[in-house]
């Protein structure tokens, strides 16, 4: 599904399991998993690619390519794209990332480009910060786009849920 609306499968959801210890107003542990009904069709095989879930000993320096990718809006005007997005970003140190913006847990991660220019959005939340590991071009799911302070703006980058902190809990739930 690149263009927005033209989904051929819809997939049911079984079961959402949220992390017990979400807290909604500092946004840590922000991760969710969802099950579906049923497995994907063979057909979409060629179509969906899966993504590698990183060893909690995995480690993403800035010059990982990593990208993000959503249906959110664009920029803070709130422009909703028909096509899919994609942005290329680097992930910042951790004592950065608690510089600009002092409440960040060891369970986030900062990544953007300081112009600001590419960065997730509004209605990202939730979506893939995939990085590509340079030994063997395998990509990993590094973060989950979680929150940030507006969009694009220069020398705020995004926050991410650092997926590194919950493999674990997610095997835990899902064997």
Known sequence: MLTQGSAKHVAEI????????????????????LQ??????PSLGPLVQPVCLPPSSHTV???????VTGWGYRSEEKVLPSVLQKAEVSIMSQTECKKIYGLIS??????????????????DSG?????????????????IVSWGSGC???????????????????????S
């Not at 579906?36 to 069709?41: Q, T, V």
């Open 14 to 33: 079984q079961r959402i399991v949220m992390h017990e210890y979400y807290n909604a107003y500092t946004f840590d542990y922000d991760i969710a998993l």
């Open 152 to 174: 694009g703006r220069p020398n705020l980058p995004g926050v991410y849920t650092r997926v590194t902190k919950f493999t674990s809990w997610i095997y835990s739930h899902i």
């Open 61 to 67: 320096t800035d010059t990982h390519r990593c990208l």
């Open 127 to 143: 979506g893939p910060l995939s990085c590509q590991a340079s030994e063997d071009g395998r990509w990993f799911l590094i973060g």
């Open 36 to 41: 579906l009904k049923k497995p994907w069709p």
């Open 106 to 123: 060891p369970r986030m991660l900062c990544a953007g480009v300081p112009s600001g220019e590419r960065d997730a959005c509004r209605g």
